[in-house]
């Protein structure tokens, strides 16, 4: 009833919330794109997406459509390993950005971890600077992380609007230096943030760095200032700034899957992680009502 290639097609489009990026990361048409979301719509009976000429949002059925989806691919896979007697082994170096901290990627990882025992699974939870270096130094085969504005490399996972945030209780004072809260060089959002701010002419000053996201949140909390995140991301107990507060609009940002030149013998396992974490993307991010933050 359902086909594994319209399914995979969905979730890509429900992960990016456009076609053309779903098109982009699946190497189709975006002809081709509606025409599987046509037909997954016709097969369930149910809208799945409302769409219109500037968006694209899941519908209450397309939401429950993720869960079905993402365990139809996944029995699929194992099927199809099984009677392939393909067993995975080796050591895949994983490296994942402090983004994901607080989201499900464990759940995936425990499930790639239960599919394919035999795989060493090392993983590096980093700034997405500091791991696009490890990465291109060699030390890394696989990592999730923010794509850098001056690389078009990657597979995209999820695209994302970044916004201003902090504690409820904040107010900041037009007339003072916006305080930051911010990841230490080589933090991407870092960069983001000061850029924005200096094209508005707006004067800041850094109130908090930290290279641990709980080290940010704790001050961002606390009431120490605003840092610029992920709008799916956003960490319970802080919320996004106003617009009244006057800051400048930071633009979006890309989190993407890079390969590392890796040996031939471990290709294999790092393609599965890839597709696990391509097959889940939805859940990498925050749950609940303020679901959406932080960023490097």
């Known amino acids: 009833m ?11 489009v429900a992960q990016t919330l456009s076609f053309t990026q779903a098109a982009r990361r699946l190497g189709l048409r975006q002809s081709t794109v509606s025409q599987h979301v046509r037909r997954l719509e016709e097969a369930t009976g149910r809208p799945l997406f409302t769409r219109d000429t500037h968006s694209v949002e899941l519908t209450e059925d397309g939401e429950a459509m993720l869960g079905f989806a993402r365990r139809i691919l996944a029995v699929h896979e194992q099927a199809a390993a099984f009677f392939t007697r393909t067993r995975l082994g080796g050591r895949l170096r ?5 983004d994901f901290v607080l989201t499900r990627l464990t759940d995936i990882l425990e499930s790639f971890r239960h ?6 699974l090392e993983l590096t939870v980093e700034l997405s600077g500091t791991l696009h270096e490890q990465l291109d130094a060699g030390k890394l085969d696989l990592v999730l992380a923010k794509r850098r504005p001056e690389d078009p490399r990657g597979r995209l996972v999820r695209h994302d609007e970044l916004v201003w945030i902090g504690s409820e209780r904040l107010r900041l004072d037009p007339e003072r230096p916006v305080p930051l809260i ?3 060089p080589p933090g991407i959002t870092r960069a983001l943030a000061f850029e924005a ?3 508005r002419g707006r004067a800041w000053r850094v109130a908090c760095t930290s290279g641990s996201l709980n080290g ?6 606390a009431g120490l200032g605003v840092m610029a995140h ?5 960490p319970p107990g802080l919320v996004r700034v106003p617009d009244r507060a006057g800051l400048p609009e930071l633009g979006a940002v890309d989190f993407v899957l890079l390969h590392g030149e890796r040996r031939a013998a471990d290709q294999a396992a790092s393609d599965a992680l890839a597709a696990a974490i391509l097959a889940g993307g939805d859940r990498l991010r925050r749950g609940g009502p303020n679901a959406e933050g932080a960023g490097r």
Not at 2 to 12: E, G
Not at 94 to 98: P, Q
Request: hydrophobic share 40%; proline share 10%; glycine share 6%.
């Open 115 to 120: 599919d394919h025992p035999d795989v060493d």
């Open 216 to 221: 940010l949140v704790a001050a961002a909390r």
């Open 94 to 98: 994983f490296g994942a950005s402090e």
């Open 182 to 184: 911010v990841y230490p």
């Open 230 to 234: 992920s709008r799916g991301l956003i």
């Open 2 to 12: 359902y086909d594994p290639p319209q399914l995979r097609t969905f979730l890509a």
């Open 197 to 199: 701010l200096e094209r």
